[in-house]
């Protein structure tokens, strides 16, 4: 049984930084970030493959995230360099056994955490 459990999230200043880890998950072949806003669909932003390393990201936050793992501890992170207030949003992490089809579409994903709040101040 996948259980993720994310983390990190919290109120910044514009041009801020922040990390957020899902972890305690059990192995799956790709974990991913989205987040959703509002009455705002949710939206892919970035992807992990846990056995190659390879990643893939959102435009919108290409240059600034960057996602990893730690492969002993089974924990994913995103960590989020000069934020901005467009990035405020709900973050989720999710995963799935599976490779093929679009990484940000989240209905591929089968499991998913709780999310946590990521709010980014002008």
């Known amino acids: 049984q996948v259980q993720l459990v994310e983390s990190g999230g919290g109120s910044v200043q514009a041009g801020g930084s922040l990390r957020l880890s899902c972890a305690a998950a059990a192995y799956t072949y790709s974990v991913a970030w989205f987040r959703q806003t509002p009455g705002k669909e949710r939206e892919g932003v970035a992807v992990?493959?846990?056995?190659?390393?390879?990643?893939m990201y959102a435009d919108s936050v290409k240059g600034r995230f960057t996602i990893s793992q730690d492969n002993a501890s089974d924990t994913v992170y995103l960590q989020m360099n000069s934020l901005k207030p467009e990035d405020t949003a709900m973050y989720y992490c999710?995963?799935?056994?599976?490779?093929?089809?679009?990484?940000?579409?989240?209905?591929?994903?089968?499991?998913w955490g709780q999310g946590t709040q990521v709010t980014v101040s002008s």
């Open positions: 999710a995963a799935r056994d599976s490779y093929t089809g679009f990484w940000y579409n989240s209905a591929l994903y089968e499991y």
């Open positions: 992990i493959y846990t056995g190659s390393g390879g990643t």
